[in-house]
């Protein structure tokens, strides 16, 4: 997309994706309607890429000897630094007015973002990293459902179908977690992954603004909140080289992308690429923990990468039945107002 400001920066490693976040501090704080292929295809890319970065919480969670309240305190600060940082390469001397731009949907962006990274790091302690990205994966569904209401994009008929079928699953997976510090887990799980869609809902309704600035607040607040119960000081200088490396890759990058990338596609979509952590994230404590999933977790998880691949395959059967609109008629642009 063109630049819309004198005080950014281009970058020539990451192609597109500064612009994103680019010139969007100037008058009415718009940018021209992120649509088109190209931008499909990009936003598409950003999102995978985020999912990826995301799916290797689980394996820092298990590395980190520090409790949990004091990894979320240098996983924030970490990760805030890294993204604020980002801000400031992009706008420069428009920084400030970039953070104020964000308006009160950056806020609401940054407390689903915030309360969603407590829940999130939490579960990971309290049950199985196989339970915590299943519960994840109805991601696609709930943000569906969100928009549905609010900003009325119609979701598929197709995708209604899938969506009771992986809570299904979810339930299945949460039935058999008898132990309560388990169930605990996955009902954490399932808080963030309603807070996470939302922020994606939002993302994508007020793509007209760069939220980049709301994730760097999120970071932080993350960071405050828990201070009173952490003990930064308390930490091996492994440990903190590890909680680095966590912040600002597993965190920070995650964050940043999606937010640039969620712009661009819509939620459920959105939501759905950031499902291939699904099998990545088990995948990595099986290799360096030797964890395996457990029968209901195979059970669940299952029957909820078969509601993925109904949704996904659903892409390639015409028919209006599937919610899509005509080919002679333009989608709504839910973008703007």
Same mark, same amino acid.
């Given at each position: 997309?063109?630049?819309?400001?004198?005080?950014?920066?281009?970058?020539?490693?990451?192609? $597109?994706?500064?612009?994103?976040?680019?010139?969007?501090?100037?008058?009415?704080?718009?940018?021209?309607?992120?649509?088109?292929?190209? *931008?499909?295809?990009?936003?598409?890319?950003?999102?995978?890429?985020?999912? #990826?970065?995301?799916?290797?919480?689980?394996?820092?969670?298990?590395?980190?000897?520090?409790?949990?309240?004091?990894?979320?305190?240098?996983?924030?600060?970490?990760?805030?630094?890294?993204?604020?940082?980002?801000?400031?390469?992009?706008?420069?001397?428009?920084?400030?007015?970039?953070?104020?731009?964000?308006?009160?949907?950056? #806020?609401?962006?940054?407390?689903?973002?915030?309360?969603?990274?407590?829940?999130?790091?939490?579960?990971?302690?309290?049950?199985?990293?196989?339970?915590?990205?299943?519960?994840?994966?109805?991601?696609?569904?709930?943000?569906?459902?969100?928009?549905?209401?609010?900003?009325?994009?119609?979701?598929?008929?197709?995708?209604?179908?899938?969506?009771?079928?992986?809570?299904?699953?979810?339930?299945?997976?949460?039935?058999?977690?008898?132990?309560?510090?388990?169930?605990?887990?996955?009902?954490?799980?399932?808080?963030?992954?309603?807070?996470?869609?939302?922020?994606?809902?939002? *993302?994508?309704?007020?793509?007209?603004?760069?939220?980049?600035?709301?994730?760097?607040?999120?970071?932080?607040?993350?960071?405050?909140?828990?201070?009173?119960?952490?003990?930064?000081?308390?930490?091996?200088?492994?440990?903190?080289?590890?909680?680095?490396?966590?912040?600002?890759? $597993?965190?920070?990058?995650?964050?940043?992308?999606?937010?640039?990338?969620?712009?661009?596609?819509?939620?459920?979509?959105?939501?759905?690429?950031? *499902?291939?952590?699904?099998?990545?994230?088990?995948?990595?404590?099986?290799?360096?923990?030797?964890?395996?999933?457990?029968?209901?977790?195979?059970?669940?998880?299952?029957?909820?990468?078969?509601?993925?691949?109904?949704?996904?395959?659903?892409?390639?059967?015409?028919?209006?039945?599937?919610?899509?609109?005509?080919?002679? $008629?333009?989608?709504?642009?839910?973008?703007?107002?």
């Amino acid at each position: 997309m063109p630049d819309q400001g004198s005080h950014s920066r281009s970058d020539p490693g990451l192609p $597109q994706l500064a612009a994103t976040s680019r010139g969007q501090v100037s008058g009415a704080v718009t940018a021209p309607p992120l649509e088109g292929a190209g *931008n499909d295809r990009a936003g598409a890319l950003i999102v995978a890429i985020s999912a #990826v970065a995301f799916s290797t919480a689980g394996l820092f969670t298990r590395l980190v000897e520090a409790d949990v309240w004091t990894m979320l305190f240098w996983r924030g600060l970490f990760g805030g630094i890294m993204i604020g940082a980002y801000v400031i390469w992009t706008e420069r001397t428009a920084h400030r007015k970039a953070f104020t731009a964000i308006g009160w949907a950056g #806020v609401l962006t940054a407390t689903c973002s915030t309360a969603g990274t407590i829940c999130f790091v939490a579960a990971l302690r309290m049950t199985t990293v196989a339970d915590v990205t299943i519960v994840y994966a109805t991601a696609p569904f709930i943000a569906a459902g969100i928009a549905w209401v609010w900003p009325r994009e119609r979701p598929r008929c197709v995708t209604l179908v899938a969506s009771g079928l992986a809570l299904l699953g979810v339930v299945i997976l949460s039935a058999a977690a008898l132990p309560a510090a388990r169930m605990l887990g996955n009902l954490l799980a399932l808080t963030m992954t309603i807070l996470l869609a939302l922020m994606m809902v939002i *993302n994508r309704r007020f793509r007209h603004v760069s939220m980049v600035p709301a994730a760097c607040l999120s970071a932080f607040a993350c960071a405050v909140l828990v201070a009173p119960l952490a003990d930064p000081m308390s930490v091996t200088g492994a440990d903190l080289v590890l909680l680095m490396l966590f912040g600002t890759t $597993q965190f920070g990058m995650g964050l940043l992308l999606l937010t640039i990338g969620s712009r661009r596609i819509p939620a459920a979509r959105a939501s759905l690429l950031g *499902n291939l952590e699904l099998p990545l994230a088990p995948l990595w404590i099986w290799i360096a923990f030797g964890e395996l999933p457990s029968r209901s977790t195979l059970v669940g998880g299952a029957v909820v990468c078969a509601a993925l691949l109904l949704d996904l395959a659903a892409d390639q059967a015409p028919g209006r039945w599937l919610g899509r609109p005509p080919l002679h $008629q333009k989608a709504p642009d839910m973008g703007r107002g």
